[in-house]
């Protein structure tokens, strides 16, 4: 069982930073793939970041080049780091891992556990 809590979440002014932590409990982390989705109102979730085990990364085109995604596997944490951001950024973010499995996939139903969410607001 792995249980996930964002944090890092907040307001902010368009072309600003924010960076979202995700800590993990459960010794299966570091052998996980690990993403960052978001949900805007109205839509359906979506893939923005993900980061395979051996640290091989892949990210949504939408924000390519203004998001990183990285793990600190020794305190079971998943970051995502979020520059430039813009109002269609607004969203609420979420973690999720898959254990035992070494790709990050892009799809919701992969993943086994998810953390609550964060609210991001970008301001224009």
């Known amino acids: 069982q792995v249980q996930l809590v964002e944090s890092g979440g907040g307001l902010v002014q368009a072309g600003g930073s924010l960076r979202l932590s995700c800590a993990a409990s459960?010794?299966?982390?570091?052998?996980?793939?690990k993403g960052w989705f978001r949900q805007a109102p109205g839509k359906e979730r979506e893939f923005v970041a993900g980061?395979?085990?051996?640290?091989?990364?892949a990210y949504a085109d939408s924000v390519k080049g203004r998001f990183t995604i990285s793990t600190d596997n020794a305190k079971n944490t998943v970051f995502l780091q979020m520059n430039s951001l813009t109002p269609e950024d607004t969203a609420v973010y979420y973690c999720?891992?898959?254990?035992?499995?070494?790709?990050?996939?892009?799809?919701?139903?992969?993943?086994?556990?998810w953390g609550q969410g964060t609210q991001v607001t970008v301001s224009s």
């Open positions: 980061i395979s085990w051996g640290g091989l990364t």
């Open positions: 999720a891992v898959k254990s035992g499995v070494y790709w990050a996939s892009r799809s919701v139903s992969a993943y086994d556990y």
């Open positions: 459960g010794r299966t982390f570091s052998t996980s793939a």
